[in-house]
């Protein structure tokens, strides 16, 4: 039997979405949604970290903001890192493979006239890629 990893969700965002560039020019956006599950006194909200590159990362960043209703389609990954102070870390995320309008607010508009500034340049040894 083949496995398969595959993650569909329907989400708000919780903040905004958090753009940076690798040190090889990459786009990567940092975001987390909140999925609500179940209904009346059994209803619950997980809260979903996510991660999209390239341009899935740049239509996300420019397109969503917090409270957004946001669709995405991606894998289940987790990562290893070493904190500063020695301690080891796993992290359990969706890399996002493409994202999709879903009703809600009302996109965030481009904003036309505001200058371009690049995001924070990152570390490329903390990516998993």
Same mark, same amino acid.
């Given at each position: 039997?083949?496995?398969?990893?595959?993650?569909?969700?329907?989400?708000?965002?919780?903040?905004?979405?958090?753009?940076?560039? @690798?040190?090889?020019? &990459?786009? %990567?956006?940092?975001?987390?949604? *909140? /999925?609500?599950?179940?209904?009346?006194?059994? +209803?619950? @909200?997980?809260?979903? &970290?996510? %991660?999209?590159?390239?341009?899935? *990362? /740049?239509?996300?960043?420019?397109?969503?903001? +917090?409270?957004?209703?946001?669709?995405?389609?991606?894998?289940?990954?987790?990562?290893?890192?070493?904190?500063?102070?020695?301690?080891?870390?796993?992290?359990?995320?969706?890399?996002?493979?493409?994202?999709?309008?879903?009703?809600?607010?009302?996109?965030?508009?481009?904003?036309?006239?505001?200058?371009?500034?690049?995001?924070?340049?990152?570390?490329?040894?903390?990516?998993?890629?």
């Amino acid at each position: 039997m083949a496995a398969n990893n595959s993650v569909n969700l329907i989400g708000r965002l919780v903040r905004d979405p958090e753009m940076r560039v @690798t040190q090889n020019a &990459n786009e %990567v956006v940092s975001f987390c949604i *909140a /999925v609500e599950n179940g209904y009346g006194d059994s +209803k619950r @909200t997980a809260f979903i &970290n996510c %991660v999209a590159w390239r341009k899935t *990362a /740049v239509f996300i960043e420019k397109y969503f903001c +917090k409270g957004n209703m946001i669709a995405v389609q991606g894998i289940l990954d987790t990562r290893e890192y070493t904190e500063k102070n020695g301690y080891k870390r796993t992290v359990t995320e969706v890399t996002v493979d493409s994202a999709s309008f879903c009703g809600g607010q009302t996109p965030k508009p481009p904003a036309d006239n505001e200058p371009y500034v690049p995001p924070e340049i990152v570390d490329d040894e903390d990516l998993r890629f």
